[in-house]
């Protein structure tokens, strides 16, 4: 049993920054993955980035790949994803989700547990 709680969520103007932290408590170990995942308002939730329990590899999705970064805290504890060059694109609710399986999959469906989602809007 995983628990999240994301934060960091707020309003920006295109080209600023956010840091998004997701908090984990429980069983942390038996996770594989960490992952951050969005949706937009009537779209589908999209996967935005992933990365394993040692934080020693990596995996994004094209659309935010050298503006946004995935890490994990020293103690495991806790998932940052921060987001520079914010778009309006990137407007959504992010979510912090875990991964009991092997592999950074980017599938929704393969994620065990998520957290509430913290909104990011980026205004034009």
């Known amino acids: 049993q995983v628990q999240l709680v994301e934060s960091g969520g707020g309003l920006v103007q295109a080209g600023g920054s956010l840091r998004l932290s997701c908090a984990a408590s429980g069983r942390t170990f038996s996770s594989y993955a960490m992952g951050w995942f969005r949706q937009a308002p009537g779209k589908e939730r999209e996967f935005v980035a992933a990365i394993n329990w040692s934080g020693g590899s990596t995996y994004y999705t094209d659309s935010v790949k050298g503006r946004f970064t995935i890490s994990r805290g020293n103690a495991k504890n806790t998932l940052y994803l921060q987001m520079n060059s914010l778009k309006p694109e990137d407007t959504a609710v992010y979510y912090c989700?875990?991964?009991?399986?092997?592999?950074?999959?980017?599938?929704?469906?393969?994620?065990?547990?998520w957290g509430q989602g913290t909104q990011v809007t980026v205004s034009s």
């Open positions: 989700a875990a991964k009991l399986t092997y592999g950074l999959g980017p599938k929704p469906d393969d994620y065990n547990y």
